[in-house]
């Protein structure tokens, strides 16, 4: 890992730290948003860390396992981090799914937070 910039390096840590989290206890999520945070879900908009938290709870499964196919990390001129992530999903007996997700990571007090979250399936039904 040490050949790649910081931003991967840090982009590619969270993104292992979320799903990791999300997959065994999404719960714990909390700790990486914070009140500010804002969260597009499937298009539902939901902001500060209690509704992000209510909506991730919220969600009608039991199980999920997500696998990333691919990711990629901006440096911002703020000195954030954009990241975003192309993978699939299954909760669980549905199908496989394909989905997409975007994160902006912040730096405060020596933590990497995530400030924006957006999410959609990758479902191609455009009917």
């Not at 790649?4 to 292992?16: A, L, N, R, T």
């Not at 597009?40 to 860390?49: A, I, M, P």
């Not at 937070?113 to 999410?119: A, G, Q």
Request: aromatic share 12%; charged share 15%.
């Amino acid at each position: 890992m040490g050949d790649k910039p910081i931003w991967e390096q840090i982009g590619s840590s969270f993104i292992q730290h979320y799903y990791q989290l999300f997959d065994n206890d999404r719960t714990q999520l909390g700790a990486i948003y914070i009140d500010a945070s804002c969260l597009t879900w499937e298009g539902q908009q939901f902001q500060g860390k209690a509704a992000i938290m209510e909506k991730l709870s919220s969600l009608p499964f039991q199980k999920i396992q997500h696998s990333i196919i691919a990711q990629d990390h901006q440096p911002t001129p703020d000195s954030c981090i954009i990241s975003m992530v192309v993978g699939q999903l299954k909760a669980d007996e549905d199908p496989i799914m394909g989905f997409h997700q975007m994160f902006l990571l912040k730096n405060i007090n020596d933590a990497w937070v995530c400030t924006n979250d957006m999410f959609r399936l990758a479902l191609h039904n455009f009917g």
